[in-house]
């Protein structure tokens, strides 16, 4: 009964262990949405900028409660975005403990590629994708046979727009992360991912067809990326081979 009870034990630990690091992460991402939520209005102003930049000067609110509800998801999107290190760094510590040193060691490449590449994604797509996408999007108006035909892009809608392009190119980014994890863990093979390159190439498309308007500059400037990202995973993988190689002889 004693070994019972002293086999409980540590899994009660790691219960709780989980209990605080969630609730941390919690907590971390309520102070991030109630600070974001002060400061909604002038997010919503640097996230309408490429409106401006397409030459659309007006936004239009259709919902009694549509600038209300705006200002909620404008918090929640930017508080997530903030508070994303913070959960982070939860998630090291309650798995850290369980890792090897050498494992720890592969693992933190990852942990610091991963806000630096969903920022560069995000990057293309506020900078040249959304702005380009808008410029075509907004080009159906003008004089329809005596009817004058004006785009005025509806605040919700264009909210969803905007996070749709940041979280989708993002998270596409994330790409050379994703198999250089899923080599590090023996389900795929460099000589595999090589194998498949044309299948990476349809699929770069596919993704960017699924994710940006039916304008080809925007598919181009997801889908492009994401092939050079393929490569850029398959060089990170023959150089973290070759570092394994190495550590061979000297751990025998």
């Not at 930049?53 to 009694?64: E, L, P």
Request: with cysteine; net charge positive; aromatic share 12%.
């Amino acid at each position: 009964m004693n070994e019972i009870d002293e086999s409980r034990a540590p899994l009660l630990d790691h219960l709780l262990e989980l209990r605080r690091r969630l609730l941390m992460s919690f907590a971390a991402l309520a102070v991030c949405f109630g600070v974001c939520l002060y400061f909604a209005r002038p997010i919503f102003a640097f996230l309408v900028h490429p409106l401006l930049a397409a030459g659309q000067s007006k936004i239009i609110n259709t919902q009694i409660f549509g600038g209300f509800l705006v200002e909620i998801k404008i918090a929640f999107f930017a508080g997530m975005m903030v508070s994303f290190p913070i959960i982070a760094n939860q998630i090291w510590q309650f798995v850290a403990p369980g890792l090897y040193r050498n494992e720890k060691r592969a693992m933190l490449p990852f942990l610091l590629a991963t806000p630096a590449l969903f920022i560069a994604g995000a990057s293309l797509a506020y900078f040249i994708a959304i702005p380009m996408a808008l410029k075509f999007l907004l080009g159906f108006q003008g004089d329809l046979n005596g009817v004058q035909q004006q785009a005025l892009p509806d605040v919700n809608s264009y909210l969803s727009f905007v996070m749709q392009f940041l979280f989708g190119f993002g998270i596409s980014f994330l790409l050379p992360v994703l198999l250089m994890l899923l080599e590090r863990a023996g389900i795929v093979t460099r000589k595999q991912l090589i194998g498949a390159r044309r299948y990476a190439i349809v699929g770069a498309f596919a993704i960017a067809a699924v994710l940006t308007p039916p304008d080809v500059g925007s598919q181009l400037l997801l889908a492009i990326p994401l092939v050079f990202l393929y490569e850029f995973a398959l060089i990170g993988i023959w150089l973290t081979e070759r570092g394994r190689k190495k550590q061979e002889p000297e751990t025998a």
